[in-house]
């Protein structure tokens, strides 16, 4: 259980270009998804927090505008980089909170990631 | 806000040594966790490890929460250990705090 997907595993776009990102829970729900972002040989960076039917909360210094999150429901989270340039390529990774686990471990579970290079 | 050091932040083994990976947090907690991230960069779950000593084959996971630091054992290193570990920790109903991570390569 508590499986969580993200398409596309990786995308090559040009300059100027827009991706989406999808995140899944795929066996749970989750009221709150968030997004992370890597650099090669970092740790990683929350960028925001993503709660199910309500603006997203961005993290300090995470352009709102260039990073578009939307949680429509409660299994899916959606990552839009707009107008990408060669600095947003980067390893994006997602998770979720499963919300049905209360009194149980308080965690997050993480998707695959996404490897997105802007040309 | 809190602060995680890992230590050390690469190690490089030959296959069958033991190792000992440790996270260190600034504030108390009451959750943390280990993580592997392997060379395609997903992250699995190694360890919920709060308090306490836990085992799991060849890796095991201690927590001295009143002391703010945690201990990754690996045992027996196989080349498909390598990859970063990373600790996790956080007050619950908030945001994880990762450490830097430590890089493991482990040599055939």
């Known amino acids: 259980g508590a499986v969580v997907s993200q398409h596309p595993s990786r995308v090559i776009c040009k300059s100027g270009t827009s991706v989406k990102i999808e995140c899944r829970s795929l066996?749970?729900?989750?009221?709150?998804m968030f997004w992370y972002r890597q650099f090669p040989k970092k740790s990683l960076m929350l960028m925001a927090t993503?709660?199910?039917?309500?603006?997203?909360?961005?993290e300090q210094g995470v352009e709102k505008d260039k990073f578009l999150i939307n949680h429509a429901s409660l299994t899916l989270s959606t990552l839009t980089v707009t107008s990408a340039h060669p600095e947003d390529s980067s390893f994006y990774i997602c998770?979720?909170?499963?919300?049905?686990?209360?009194?149980?471990?308080?965690?997050?579970?993480f998707g695959p990631g996404t490897r997105l290079t802007v040309l | 806000g809190i602060q995680v050091e890992q230590s050390p932040p690469d190690l490089i083994l030959q296959e069958g040594a033991n190792s000992t990976l440790r996270c260190n947090f600034s504030?108390?907690?009451?959750?943390l966790q280990w993580f592997h991230q392997n060379p395609w960069g997903q992250l699995i779950n190694l360890f919920y490890?709060?308090?306490g000593t836990k085992q799991n084959g060849r890796l095991s996971a201690t927590t001295v929460a009143t002391e703010r630091y945690s201990l990754l054992y690996i045992s027996s290193s196989q080349t498909t250990d390598s990859g970063v570990y990373f600790c996790?920790?956080?007050?619950?109903?908030?945001?994880?705090?990762f450490g830097p991570g430590t890089r493991l390569s482990v040599l055939p």
């Open positions: 490890i709060p308090s």
């Open positions: 993503s709660n199910e039917g309500s603006k997203a909360t961005y």
């Open positions: 996790a920790v956080w007050l619950s109903g908030q945001n994880f705090v």
């Open positions: 504030d108390s907690v009451n959750n």
């Open positions: 998770s979720a909170r499963d919300i049905y686990r209360q009194g149980l471990i308080d965690t997050q579970y």
């Open positions: 066996d749970f729900q989750a009221t709150t």
